[in-house]
């Protein structure tokens, strides 16, 4: 079948229009993934708030494990799919690889999805998002993961066919552009996850249907958290290549330095996946040398590079915004920025929250000493509810706002709610991971479904600010669900009936590449960024506080006198 090219009147982006399709097929599955999650959301947060207690504990571990399950694994990485066909055929302007073999890949992923939630519901599969043996969960439940992480695993090999096909049919010049650049990090990173997940999940399926007869579990947890953090890996790649492409639709911006960009890209792939280490900073069985190389000496490659793209990101935007005027004092670039853009003010939000506060935490925790402080409470779901949902989601939540009217070709219903859509949902889950952190830090238990431990016959009298802050995570986290839902509500009601825009310009052979004429005359120095440097010297120093404020607290707790 001839592939045919759409080009789109309002970005200039050239489509194929099979991969078209996929991308919109994958967003779909994802938001509706997202809506299944936020519910699931929502039966967690009333439950863990002691005032409420919504559930049973059976149904809240049910609930639990759909949640992690959906919103951690079937959410982000359908998304992601969506961002890879994007980065590869679109970005590259070229035809995608393999779009029959997509679909088979695609409709695995949704069959594998369907049927991992199918067995949560049914019960006997309330083992949460790690699924840790000797807890089982019925067949299906493993079944569903592994067909969903084959189709993603086929689409990852679909997104590397397209860049060869990109380069052999020549239709770009010089190196791949930065965006397809962090996707293919983004890729890397997921192949090993994958790979991770099958080598752990093919044995636990067998195990649950009585063909092995049992599974070390120290093993297992070490195999799954290459699947369980490296999957939040891929996600940190995915969302910082958002935040370079955002960048550039808005403003315009190139990167400071593609090389510095590219190079923090790789250390992700050669670092990142070390992180996952941090899990098992209190298991037995593992090496306090291995624990604090994986968590400590290495896995610094990985915050320098995250440290790099949280410089180079805004440095960007402030040298667009000063080359277009904007050079009073340090922040006028800043003050001036399209705060009422949903697309940008959701990025910055995502940025900002992902380096001060899942950044420095996800630091702190890594230390081996400093892990035992927060090790199984509250404070770890505090720390990624500040990278995957502030750094992740929102982030995707920027992009759509692009690619609804780019790619589904309709105008975005609600503009004014579009506007304050960011703030609604970003600063409340701010909030929301400040005060689950803090609660975490003075002991509130990660799992339990009763942080008062009712019934106990040995009664543990918390402190009341740890009830304060679990009071406050339950009314921030719902204000953070109805700005999802909200978000969830537009986006679907924008695709059904927002008004249709011009289709654009359909092609049977792509657009040639056209570079820029060669300019003449002496080059422009980039202007420079005072302003971005203030902001990395103030994220520097709550670093360094933060960091050393919690190893004054920790002996504090080591007093044996």
């Excluded at 120290?218 to 953090?229: A, D, I, K, S």
């Excluded at 070390?274 to 040398?289: K, M, Q, R, W």
């Amino acid at each position: 079948m001839a592939t045919t090219y759409r080009i789109c009147p309002r970005s200039g982006l050239q489509f194929d229009t099979a991969a078209e399709k996929l991308m919109r097929f994958h967003a779909v599955a994802g938001v509706l993934a997202l809506l299944v999650g936020g519910i699931m959301a929502l039966g967690v947060i009333l439950t863990r708030w002691p005032a409420i207690k919504l559930l049973p504990a059976d149904t809240f571990y049910m609930v639990l494990t759909a949640h992690g399950i959906d919103m951690l694994i079937f959410w982000i990485i359908f998304f992601e799919m969506a961002v890879l066909i994007f980065a590869s055929s679109t970005l590259l302007r070229c035809r995608l690889a393999m779009p029959k073999l997509a679909w088979v890949a695609s409709i695995l992923m949704v069959i594998g999805a369907i049927m991992t939630n199918v067995a949560i519901f049914q019960g006997e599969s309330s083992v949460m998002f790690t699924s840790y043996v000797p807890m089982q969960a019925k067949p299906h439940f493993y079944l569903g993961l592994i067909l969903f992480a084959v189709g993603a695993l086929l689409i990852c090999f679909i997104f590397l066919g397209t860049l060869v096909v990109a380069k052999a049919e020549k239709t770009y010049e010089g190196s791949i552009p930065l965006v397809t650049f962090g996707a293919l990090t983004a890729c890397i990173i997921a192949i090993f996850t994958i790979a991770s997940g099958a080598i752990i999940l093919i044995p636990t399926f067998l195990w649950s249907l009585g063909y092995i007869r049992e599974i070390d579990s120290l093993m297992y947890r070490v195999v799954w958290w290459g699947l369980g953090h490296s999957s939040q890996q891929i996600n940190v790649s995915a969302h910082v290549a958002i935040w370079y492409a955002i960048a550039a639709i808005v403003f315009g911006a190139k990167p400071m330095s593609e090389k510095v960009s590219r190079t923090a890209f790789f250390l992700y792939i050669l670092f990142l996946q070390l992180a996952s280490a941090h899990h098992l900073l209190s298991d037995p069985g593992l090496s306090s040398e291995w624990k604090i190389v994986n968590t400590s000496y290495f896995m610094y490659f990985a915050v320098l590079a995250s440290m790099i793209h949280g410089m180079t990101v805004p440095g960007a935007i402030e040298q667009a915004q000063r080359l277009k005027g904007y050079n009073k004092g340090l922040f006028e670039w800043l003050r001036k920025a399209p705060w009422g853009n949903p697309a940008f003010s959701s990025m910055f939000l995502s940025l900002i929250g992902f380096g001060f506060l899942g950044g420095i935490s996800g630091v702190m925790m890594g230390a081996e000493q400093l892990n035992m402080l927060i090790h199984n409470t509250i404070y770890v779901p505090g720390h990624f509810h500040a990278t995957v949902v502030i750094g992740t989601t929102l982030a995707f939540m920027g992009l759509t706002y692009f690619l609804v009217p780019v790619l589904f070709k309709r105008e975005v219903l609600f503009p004014g709610f579009a506007k304050i859509q960011p703030y609604l949902f970003g600063l409340a889950m701010y909030v929301v991971a400040l005060v689950m952190m803090g609660a975490g830090t003075l002991g509130v238990s990660r799992r339990h479904w009763d942080m008062a431990f009712a019934g106990a016959p040995m009664a543990y009298e918390w402190p009341g600010a740890a009830y304060l802050m679990m009071g406050l995570t339950g009314i921030f986290s719902c204000i953070a669900i109805v700005g999802g839902a909200g978000w969830i509500l537009q986006i679907v009601l924008s695709i059904l009936f927002g008004k249709k825009l011009e289709e654009g310009e359909l092609r049977s052979t792509p657009i040639p590449l056209t570079l820029p004429a060669p300019t003449t005359g002496s080059k422009v120095h980039p202007p420079a960024t005072p302003g971005t440097m203030v902001l990395a010297l103030i994220f520097l120093t709550a670093f360094i506080l933060y960091y050393f404020v919690n190893w004054k607290y920790l002996s504090s707790l080591w007093g044996l006198s």
